[in-house]
Every structure is written in C-alpha cells, then in structure tokens.
C-alpha cells in the first residue's frame, strides 16, 4: 500500500478533461496542481468515435469521445516532453487491450523519462471491450498484476460506476497490487432526439458526467473505502471546495477535477486556495485527518 500519495497536494485533473496540460496553461500555474493526467494513451493510435461526440445534458455531459489518441510513442515524443517541465505530478493514463501488451508496455514506460504514476483506465465505456477488465474483481486482478509486474511506478486503477458493487471491483484490484484507486469513470447513458429517432451522439451510447454524477460518484467512493486499505482518488461532478470536501470525508484522499474544466477552468485551483480555510472551519489540520469521517 501506498504511505503517502505521491502528489504535491491533494487536488489533480482528470483525464480527457485537461487536454495535454498546454491547453490550459494560460488560466493558471499550472506546477500548482497536485498532479495532471492526461488523456488516455493505448498502444497504437486510435481514431475515436463518429462525431458528435458529446452533448450536454441536464447537470452533464454526454460524451463518447472513444480513446482518440496518437499512441504512447507520440506521446512520449510530442505530449510527455512539455507535461515534464511543468513541475507537478504527471500521473500517465493508459488503456490496454489485454494482458499480453502488458510487457510491451513496460518496455515503453521504462525509457520514457518524467512519469510519476500510471492510472490504469480499465473503464472507458465508449470502447468495444473498455469496461471489462472494470466488471469482474477476477478479471481485473488479473490484469492489475500483470501490467504491476512491469512498471516500477505507483498504480492507480480506474473504475467504472457501471458495475452492482465496485467495492468488489475495488477488491480485486487492490489484490492484484494497486497502489490506489480511481473513481470514477462516466456512467453509461443515451441522449436521444425524438423527432429524427436518432441518438444525440454519433456512436449511441456514452459517458455521463459533471454535477448530474456526483452522488453515484460518491456513493461509489463510499463502498471502495469500506472494501479496500488502499487511498482513493475521488472524480464525478466536483466543481467548489464543498464538492471536494464531501468527497474528503466520504473517504477519498484526493480528487481530480473533470467536466468543470471546460466551464469553468479555474475550478481546480480555486478549490486548493479554499482548502486551508475548509478545513479550519471543521477543526482539522490537514485533509489526512479527515478522510472517511463520514457517519455512513
Ligand atoms: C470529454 C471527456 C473525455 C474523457 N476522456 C477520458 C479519458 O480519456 N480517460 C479517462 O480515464 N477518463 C476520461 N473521461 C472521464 C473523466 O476523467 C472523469 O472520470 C469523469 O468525467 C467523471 O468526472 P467529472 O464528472 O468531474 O467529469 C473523460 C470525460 C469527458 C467529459
């Protein structure tokens, strides 16, 4: 188990959320952050889905953006050579097909300089296949152990809220050696659009976040921190001080800000200044003290 997180302070952004971290350079210092993940990586490159690939909805967003990405060597190359100059954590998204990648990407991560941590997403629902590893706590074990055995990086593993008892899910990753877990993923949902008899998005399908998942998120982190000894990194819907701090005594150790970026891209760095004054108001010290605390 992780002793200490291995992050500046408690408050990241989540990925796909954030772009490659250039984007947003401008709103804000960025070396301030906790930690940046970037956009899920898989091995080769991957188009994504048909477009429209999001649409709003009440309190969210739907989006079924389907791991558009240029591949980890692009990535090594042209995203990783600016993430690392920032001066915060750089904790690397990666998506896997199966178990037998598993080595190839341990050779990639082992030459590619200026990584922290690995979040494992085994839980993108807009990708044939992407939730699997995420539904079943064998499976997921499997997989978990596998991809440890090859890197020499913290672990995180991402689930997905579409599951009846992630705290199983949890249990399996947590014995396949995952330093901490992430959560969550979007919640699978459909926009429709009565009159054309056509989805909203150009894939059917897709991921739900924003406000509109933050009690599914929190009722999620609730029954990982009572299955599982390791940390919980927190996502879903968390947008002020008061978000994150529910998410704190829920029983997250830290959180990650995602669908609020694109409305509100300050978000994550107003939510570190406000924190010191949070936690004065219920009489603690640090976020340590009162993770979990809740009566439930
Ligand atoms: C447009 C969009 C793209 C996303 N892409 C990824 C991704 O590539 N990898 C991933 O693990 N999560 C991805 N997510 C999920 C977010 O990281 C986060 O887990 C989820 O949106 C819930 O948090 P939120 O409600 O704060 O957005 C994406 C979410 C959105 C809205």
Known sequence: MLKKLPFNNPILTASGTFGYADEMSGFFELSRLGGIIPKTVTLFPRP????????????????????????????????????????????????????????IWGEKLQKAEGINAIELNV????????????????????????????????LFVKLSPNVFNIGEIAKGAEAGGAGGISAVNTCLGLAVNWRTKKPQLGNGFGGLSGPAIKPIALRCVRQIFKAVNIPIIGI????????????????????????????????????????????????AKNVTEIIGTLNC
């Open 123 to 154: 839980s993108c629902p807009n990708v044939s296949g992407g939730v699997d590893f995420a539904t079943d706590p064998k499976l997921c074990e499997r997989i978990v152990s596998a991809f440890c055995k090859v890197i020499n990086l913290p």
């Open 48 to 103: 994504g889905n048909q477009p429209p690939r999001t649409f709003e909805t009440a309190s969210g967003l739907l989006n079924s953006i389907g791991l558009d990405n240029d591949g980890i060597d692009d990535f090594i190359v042209t995203k990783l050579s600016y993430l690392r100059t920032i001066g915060t954590k750089i904790i690397i998204s990666v998506a896997i097909k199966n178990i037998e990648e598993c080595s």
């Open 236 to 283: 879903g819907g968390i947008e002020t001080i008061d978000d994150a701090m529910e998410f704190f005594v829920t029983g997250a150790s830290a959180i990650q800000i995602g669908t609020a970026n694109f409305y509100n891209p300050t978000a994550a760095i107003k939510i570190l200044d406000a924190l010191p004054d949070a936690l004065t108001e219920i009489g």
